[in-house]
């Protein structure tokens, strides 16, 4: 539970409902606590010429990602007073409508866990080597693209 | 030991491997040049080269176990 | 599971880490949600004159806060482009580490859901007529002030 | 059926009722001198005034069945 403490990010497959309950549960000890902020990646079923998105799947330059996100977590800790961060990303194939990014930040006031929150999922979405792939409904598939 | 090259994202999709050895390569702007020759595709390809996990955007001199990784944009999240 | 189907924010105590589990599982079926956003108040352990705060007790005009509730979220669905707005907020007593409320909003794209989620806990806090109560270890409390 | 008047938050420390009625009441200036005559220490106290649900920032006339509320600044979150 140590705020800083760094481990991978990386979750094989979906993101369970369950986990996310599990770890909101696990912050009721932390009582200096006033605001939690999440953020939630659903997988959407866009159409790519024609053919429905069925699941995207995710590679990443693991190394790399835990090494930027290390640094970025040192960061995020200098610019914002937060109790906690807890950042969790899919790798391999998620279905439309699972979970495939987990975003938690927490603070005693709610402007630093809101703002924190924000910044991470465009810094995810910019800085870290990971790359989606979407599969659609004939087998095909499309790289996807992050705006 | 070499020099390992990664390829990720829709770069795998003109390699097909992910990975491959290199015995020697002076520097970031020959082996890009040996790549250019074995895979031609990446002439008309957007990526970013990674040494040992940091983004270059010059020429970088290599030794041996020196890392490098070609990353199209990032499309995480 | 109509996004504009309005039923009371109120919930009798804290809100359950499963409430929220249950909540977010749902949505996997609405395969055009990309994002969602969440704000979760939890009651944090504050020193008032001296004595540590163990719980708030939430009182409201319920009548009222419906009937704001309903206009405020007709604003939000014109305002942003929203698959879903799901808004909850404890009554009776909520203890030290339990969470208080619960704003849950869902969209196609980032920015409509964590705009309007941010928003949302604002008027919440500004424009809908509820009360907390600080109750402190020696049994003394304090009406609770927002900022 | 009269007027009703609720008291919310702080203002309950010192009505210590959460409602009350009056059989009539021409408006709510009026409503609201004899609230302070029955609690003298509301007039050192911060409330608004909210008529049927809505708050009012000026004096209303008031019919049977009005229901008037006094509210301190909001704390909910």
Sequence with gaps: ?147 | MGIKVLFFGSVTDITIVSELSREDCADTDTLEKELLKQFPALANKKYFLALNQQVIHENCPLKQGDIVALMPPFSGG
Tied chains: 1, 3.
Aim: hydrophobic share 35%; with cysteine; aromatic share 8%.
């Design chain 1, 1 to 147: 539970m140590s705020s800083k403490k760094q481990h991978s990010i990386f979750y094989q497959g979906p993101i369970p409902a369950q986990k996310i309950a599990d770890d909101i549960q696990k912050h009721s000890a932390k009582t200096n606590i006033g605001a939690h902020s999440i953020f939630l990646g659903q997988v959407r079923q866009d159409e790519k010429n024609g053919e429905k998105v069925v699941a995207i799947e995710y590679t990443a330059y693991e190394l790399m990602v835990e090494e930027k996100m290390a640094v970025i977590r040192e960061q995020f800790f200098e610019k914002y007073a937060l109790t906690c961060m807890h950042i969790h990303h899919s790798l391999g194939r998620v279905a439309v409508g699972e979970i495939c990014l987990f975003v938690f930040t927490s603070s005693a006031h709610r402007r630093d866990a809101i703002d924190a929150c924000n910044e991470m999922v465009e810094t995810i979405k910019k800085e870290l080597p990971i790359w989606g792939k979407e599969i659609c409904t004939n087998q095909s598939s499309v790289w996807k693209q992050n705006n």
